[in-house]
């Protein structure tokens, strides 16, 4: 059982202040994802639980202990490191022994251990292996294998898919979430690719210059970002955001072009949020709906993603069927689908409620 309850965590380095009170509640067995853009503060968070570097204020506790003073290794955490860390003269065996040997262990619960890790992580035949010898998910593997035998109640990872190849980080994503539904630990996940959180994530927790701008499942995290922020992080392509004036269902868009919407709040201008398959294009100008001209089509397989120069300078992405053809600089107008407009504050950015 592993509960964490972080309560208005702040850090300074010197004179600048890195994170600017973080509560947050973490529960047993949970696989927590921090995301954010680069410089947010989600790594030297994960470096705050660890023990690496000391808490400047506030308090984090560990069921129900509190732990800002206690050492890294007494506080039952793993970490696996973007960098891997692996110690280049010691074979993948004795990489994954060395830990556990510090902790005391007898010599038949250390092999009985990586013997269970080695298993579950498919490294049998390569643990008499140096890492040089390993290739970049390989390594990554043992990485993680090296925790694994610590038997920690917390999981910690700081981007540790960021080095592979787009092959290899699908390949270890999917290792990672079956590790976690076999161990039943609790995981907490460092990244700022935004699909790595929405596929593994239980919770998401999405950060900004020191602070959190919202934390829920993915699917609350897409359906209702709760500001533009959240909205045009979470999601691939990013939300469009338009502004708009008008009153009542009715919105217009600099430059020409009005279209209708259900429920939209309140009166005066306000930022419309689009996602990709919530618009509708037309060819040709004139009827309902915002003015545009395709810029160009991604084409990849199963869908089509059609970007749009409106009017007023802002680029759209509308998904298409891959068999549609838009020509570049070809007119096309744009609607949007019943009941599947965002509508959010024109003067900080949070979301209003229809």
Known sequence: ???????????????????????????????????????????????LIAGLDPITEGEFFLNGQRMNEVPPS???????????????????????????????????????????????????????????ELSGGQRQRVAIGRALVRKPQVFLLDEPLSNLDAALRSEVRLEIARLHRQIGGTMIYVTHDQVEAMTLADKIVVMNAGRIEQV?????????????????????????????????????????????????????????????????LARGQGGEGFAGQVVYTEYLGENAYVYVRLADGTLLAARTAPNESYAPDEKVTMDVAPGAAHFFSAEDGRRLAP
């Open 216 to 280: 829920g499942s993915p699917r609350e995290l897409y359906e209702t970002p709760a500001n533009t922020f959240v909205a045009t992080f979470i999601g691939s392509p990013r939300m469009t955001l338009i502004d708009v004036e008008g009153e009542g269902n009715h919105l217009g868009m600099q430059g020409g072009g009005a279209l209708t919407v259900d429920n939209r709040p309140g009166t005066g201008a306000i930022k419309l949020g689009v996602r990709s398959d919530a618009v509708r």
């Open 1 to 47: 059982m592993a509960q964490l309850s972080l309560r208005g965590i702040k850090k300074r380095f010197r004179d600048t202040e890195v994170l600017h009170g973080i509560d947050l509640e973490i529960g047993d067995r949970e696989f927590v994802v921090f995301v954010g853009p680069s410089g947010c503060g989600k790594s030297t968070l994960l470096r």
């Open 74 to 132: 007494r506080r039952g955490i793993a970490m696996v490191f973007q960098s891997y860390a692996l110690y280049p003269h010691m074979d993948v065996y004795e990489n994954m022994a060395f830990g556990a040997r510090l902790m005391g262990l007898s010599k038949e619960e250390v092999e009985a251990r990586i013997a269970e890790a080695a298993r579950m992580l498919q490294l049998e035949p390569l643990l008499q292996r140096k890492p040089r």
